[in-house]
């Protein structure tokens, strides 16, 4: 109970982040960057706000131990924090200043723990998924 209540409470959390900064990309910062860096920070937005609602389902899902939604869950917001974090940081280095992009190859390593939190969905849900309303 206390792992549901943790991941649907950092699903909303990711969920309202990802509306700011999606508000912010469009308005504040649609003059301060380039419609490159802009088109790169709202990717960021995208899959932070994708993998907000995948963790919403993960916390809500009846078929899956609270152990594997704890697998799924620690690899997923690893994943947001590296790729979309590290995008957020890249794409805002004019107005920040400091160059982010040595950081760069943090980005794939994020894309890759998402997509291996998909995997273990799949994975789980398929092996050890209860089977609900049988």
Not at 84 to 106: E, H, N, Q, R, V
């Amino acid at each position: 109970m206390v792992m549901n209540k943790t991941i649907l409470g950092i699903a909303a959390l990711l969920g309202t982040l990802a509306v700011i900064l999606g508000a912010m990309g469009a308005h504040a910062l649609k003059s301060q960057l380039t419609p490159e860096s802009l088109n790169s920070f709202q990717t960021g937005v995208q899959y932070q706000m994708y993998h907000a609602l995948f963790l919403l389902f993960i916390g809500g899902n009846k078929q899956l131990i609270n152990r594997h939604k704890k697998e799924i869950f620690a690899i997923v917001l690893a994943g947001v924090c590296c790729f979309s974090g590290s995008i957020y940081l890249i794409t805002t280095s004019a107005i920040t200043g400091i160059d982010f992009k040595p950081f760069a190859w943090i980005t794939p390593i994020g894309g890759v723990f998402l997509i291996l939190g998909w995997i273990l969905l799949g994975i789980r849900v398929l092996k050890y998924g209860k089977t609900v309303n049988s």
